[in-house]
């Protein structure tokens, strides 16, 4: 496309965000209507500028074809939690941690518990998925408002995706940015370790809102008597978490962790509840469907498996297909493009940047692509302004890095919000951590403070 066609691009992308927002937080639709009519949109925009369809339709299935690794790790992750439900690996871990309860400082607890976590495993998704679901089981029987649990969790899983040694997003920042990992490690926590303290603040000031009638011990023991009624408790249950944890300092690849705690994980719950392959094969397909007490308790003790995660796996497949047509008819590049015209100073840059990658991430719902594509427009860029790669990469992790937790169609922000069960404008409000990260990157820009070359410092100095 060319620069002449930049407002009718512009307006289809105002009305696609627009569209978007409202679907999604106003009318509760499932993100993926939108983009698979916003990849129509774009269809029809490329025939009108040459393109042929057969081309358009090659763009869309290349883009799409890039979700298939992260859809094989969700939809292992589905099954491996419906299994951990049914074999009671997930009641078992819930029943032993009412035992460590305490109301005072619950939300800050379960904040700095899923933080450590988070960066021992690498891993948001890998969070979720373990210790997550067993505080947001401990945390239903609190009387706290359910999505401000979620979005502690949510807040201290991203501390982890976004700082660990083992985390990919950290290491995809560091190689399209081109500095060294460990470097970029260190100057990660410039910024975030006021945003790490800040939301710990905020967690530690809403416990003193609902500190004093946060335990109900009532609910508590109905609780465990529901789950020592349906399951048998067992330290080899603790087995298969312990294994997705060693597996994962490890660094073996996600899909391949998961597939191999999920086979484990098979075996250890046969033995322990007696359950047979075709009840351990449901339970991975179906999810636990069992029916037990109350609604709420039923939330946490049943669900799980493949067929749920239906809606995120069409998702994940309409925001890249969605990305593919963006890119391979040229709209991401005309429109950023325009961006960069005015842009002089290295600090004015790396302010783009944040601006950039958010943007990206609005319209793509793909955190990958929201840190690729500003990465690869404004590396060269951005060192003749006298900025390090360091700049660019922190600027790109505090912005699409933790923003996908809260932008409600993005993949990061589904993820949470089925396996923890809540809807995903419910708890987007209170994962504190993904909003304050942009603007304490913003205020650090301001002040001056970033990374630059060796060159840029010399002549500054002068």
Sequence with gaps: MKAEDLPEVIAFLIFFAVSMLVTV????????????????????????????GPELGRMFVAGALQAVPVVIIVSLIGMLTGVWKAGGVIPALMNWSFDFIRPQGFLLTIFLLTTMVAML?????????????????????????????????????FVGDRGSPLSSTVNLIAAMSGCDVRDF????????????????????????????????????????????SHFRLSPWLLLPPALLAVLAVA???????????????????????????????????????????????????????????????ITLFAATG????????????????????????????????????????????????????????????????????????RAIADSGGVLAAVVPWSTAALTPALLLGTKVYAFIPYAMFCWLQPLVELTFLRCGRYARTSAAVVNQTR
């Design 25 to 52: 937080t106003v009318w509760h639709r499932p993100a993926y209507i939108v983009l698979l009519v916003g990849s129509c949109g774009v269809v029809l925009l490329g025939l009108r500028h040459g393109f042929t």
């Design 121 to 157: 495993l690498g891993t948001a998704t890998g969070t979720f998925s373990t210790i997550g679901i067993v505080l947001a089981g401990v945390g239903a029987v609190m009387d706290i408002p359910y999505p401000i649990v979620v979005g502690a969790i949510v807040s201290g899983a």
């Design 185 to 228: 490690l260190r100057h990660l926590w410039t910024t975030g370790a006021p945003g790490l303290v800040l939301t710990a603040v905020f967690y530690f000031v809403l416990d003193q809102v609902y500190s004093q009638e946060a335990l109900n011990v009532t609910v508590i023991e109905n609780f465990r008597v529901l789950i020592v």
């Design 251 to 313: 660094r073996v690849p996600a899909q391949y962790n998961i597939l191999t705690v999920l086979l484990g994980s098979a075996a250890v719950c046969g033995f322990v509840q007696g359950l047979t392959l075709l009840d351990i094969g449901s339970a991975a397909v179906f999810g636990y469907q069992q029916v037990v007490g109350t609604k709420e308790a039923a939330r946490f003790i049943s669900g799980g498996g493949l067929l749920p995660l239906i809606p995120i796996l």
């Design 322 to 393: 969605f990305n593919g047509l963006l890119e391979g008819t040229g709209i991401t590049r005309l429109v950023l493009a325009q961006f960069l015209e005015d842009v002089f100073g290295p600090a004015q840059l790396l302010k783009l940047t944040v601006a950039i990658s958010a943007a990206v991430l609005m319209i793509t719902s793909n955190q990958a692509v929201s840190i690729v594509v500003p990465a690869r427009m404004l590396r060269d860029k951005l060192q003749d302004t006298g900025a390090s790669e360091l700049a660019l990469a």
